[in-house]
């Protein structure tokens, strides 16, 4: 068992850090990939919808999973005539989910009951999201970019800790593999 992850934590390690320094290296690519995965998920959910529509047995559901599924064949054409467009909004998408987040988080740091340092942690993560919201917002241009490199550093630092976890398991099935007595 502590081989089999052991392996999968080798792969998801080395592929989360040539993940990294791709966006760390080259985040103008990154934010591409990202743009290009959006097009793809919005395609993806516009097959499944239009299946849906044509699987329904009454016009009100065939009607609105047809909007939905036009709907997202227009966000995807959208991401791929104008990427540049699709990565900002994109952007503006992420700092408003952080200002929500951070707005909701500061929010239950004073909620009662939480202990002083469940109240510091939320403060603290709220605050940090605020702060993202708002860099994201006043800089959206270099926000993307941004996001990228955070993203990569990210991946490396998980990819590490994959091989090092990895390396953990690979060690636990040495020492648990003993080879069986030969019965003569």
Do not use: C
């Not at 990202?34 to 919808?49: E, K, N, P, W």
């Not at 849906?52 to 227009?74: I, K, M, N, Q």
């Not at 403060?123 to 970019?145: C, K, Y």
């Not at 990228?148 to 800790?161: D, P, Q």
Request: no cysteine.
């Amino acid at each position: 068992m502590f081989s089999s992850v052991s392996k999968a934590l080798l792969w998801r390690g080395l592929l989360a850090i040539a993940i990294g320094v791709v966006s760390v290296v080259w985040p103008h690519i990154t934010v591409g990939a990202f743009v290009i995965l959006f097009a793809v998920y919005a395609f993806l959910t516009a097959g499944s919808d239009a299946a849906r529509a044509f699987s329904s047995d009454r016009a009100g559901p065939v009607a609105g999973y047809l909007l939905l599924s036009l709907l997202s064949l227009g966000a995807g054409v959208i991401a791929l005539l104008w990427p540049g467009l699709t990565a900002l909004v994109l952007t503006y998408v992420i700092a408003f989910w952080a200002l929500v987040t951070g707005i909701i988080e500061v929010a239950l740091a004073f909620q009662h009951g939480e202990t002083a340092g469940e109240r510091a942690m939320w403060a603290i993560g709220g605050l940090v999201a605020l702060a993202l919201g708002v860099v994201l917002n006043l800089r959206p241009d270099i926000g993307a970019l941004s996001l990228a490199t955070v993203f990569g550093l990210f991946s490396l630092i998980a990819g590490v800790s994959a091989l090092v976890l990895s390396a953990q398991a690979h060690r636990i099935a040495a020492l648990t593999h003993q080879p069986t007595p030969s019965r003569r």
